[in-house]
C-alpha cells in the first residue's frame, strides 16, 4: 500500500460560457492539478452539483481535500446581512465546500484550504471575514493585485508562527506571498488558530490544532510551486499525510 498515491479531491466551480445555448461547466485551473501531482498525488474533481449524500460517498473515498479560490462566500452563512461587496455568490460552491470542511475536520481527514478556501474553513468553523478589505478595512494593506499583476507576482512577506505546522509543512517562517484577494478573515473560528499574518496584520493562515493537517492560506502557493520549494512542499505535506491516511485505513 505505500506506493499507492493518495486522491486528493478538488472541489470546482460551476461556470456559463456564453453561447446559444449557454454551456455549463464545471471546472479548476490546471494549477492545483500541477501542483498535486508535482507532490506526489493523483487530483480528482469533485463537482458543486452533487447531493450531500454523493458527497458524502465521494469523501470517503479520497484521501485529502483541497479547498481552491474563487468567488466569494455568501455572507449571510457568516453575518445576518451583507454590506452589498460580495461577488460571484455560488449556493451549491458554499454548501458543497462547508460540509466538506466539517467533515474533514470532524474525520482528521487532510485539508488544505486556499485563498477562498481559507474563508471557506473559517466560515464552516464558525468565524467571520472581511466583506472587503479595502472598503472596511481602509488603513491596511491593498491585498488584490487580480488582473494588476501575473498571478506569481510576490505582493508581501508573511509571518508564521514557528511552533505551527504550517512552519514545518513549508520551513520557512518569513515567505514573500502573491495576494490576489479582495476578502479575508475577520473573525478567527473557534476551532482554529491565526499561524500567519500579514504585515498588516490581517489573518493569512490558520490551522485546526491537533489536527493531521487542517491548514488554510489567504495566499495561491499552486501558483508558486515551481518558483518556490517552500511552496511545493506544503502540497507535499498535503500529500504526505494523506497517504499515511490511506496507508493506515487500509492496512
Request: charged share 20%; hydrophobic share 40%.
Amino acid at each position: 500500500m505505500s506506493a499507492l498515491k493518495p486522491l486528493i479531491g478538488c472541489t470546482t466551480y460551476w461556470k456559463e460560457i456564453p453561447e446559444n445555448p449557454p454551456l455549463e461547466i464545471v471546472g479548476l485551473t490546471t494549477s492545483y492539478v500541477e501542483a498535486v501531482k508535482a507532490a506526489g498525488g493523483i487530483p480528482v474533481l469533485i463537482p458543486p452539483t452533487l447531493s450531500d449524500e454523493d458527497l458524502l460517498a465521494l469523501f470517503a473515498r479520497i484521501d485529502g481535500l483541497i479547498l481552491p479560490g474563487g468567488g466569494d462566500v455568501d455572507p449571510k452563512l457568516y453575518q445576518e446581512n451583507g454590506v452589498g461587496l460580495s461577488r460571484r455568490i455560488d449556493a451549491n460552491r458554499d454548501r458543497t465546500e462547508m460540509l466538506l470542511t466539517r467533515t474533514a475536520v470532524a474525520q482528521n481527514k487532510p485539508l488544505l484550504a486556499i485563498c477562498r478556501g481559507i474563508q471557506v474553513m473559517n466560515v464552516a468553523l464558525g468565524g467571520t471575514l472581511w466583506e472587503d478589505l479595502d472598503t472596511q478595512r481602509f488603513d491596511g494593506l491593498h491585498h488584490d493585485f487580480h488582473g494588476v499583476h501575473p498571478r506569481t507576482y510576490l505582493a508581501h512577506p508573511v509571518q508564521i508562527d514557528p511552533n505551527s505546522h504550517l512552519a514545518q509543512s513549508m520551513g520557512t517562517i518569513h515567505p514573500d506571498v502573491n495576494s490576489l484577494h479582495h476578502q479575508g478573515v475577520r473573525d478567527v473560528a473557534p476551532e482554529v488558530v491565526t499561524t500567519a499574518t500579514a504585515p498588516d496584520g490581517l489573518v493569512e493562515a490558520i490551522e485546526v490544532p491537533g489536527h493531521p493537517f487542517a491548514i488554510g492560506v489567504q495566499w495561491h502557493p499552486e501558483m508558486l510551486v515551481f518558483n518556490d520549494p517552500h511552496m511545493l512542499a506544503l502540497f507535499e505535506g498535503l500529500v504526505a499525510a494523506s497517504k499515511r491516511l490511506a496507508v493506515n485505513g487500509n492496512q
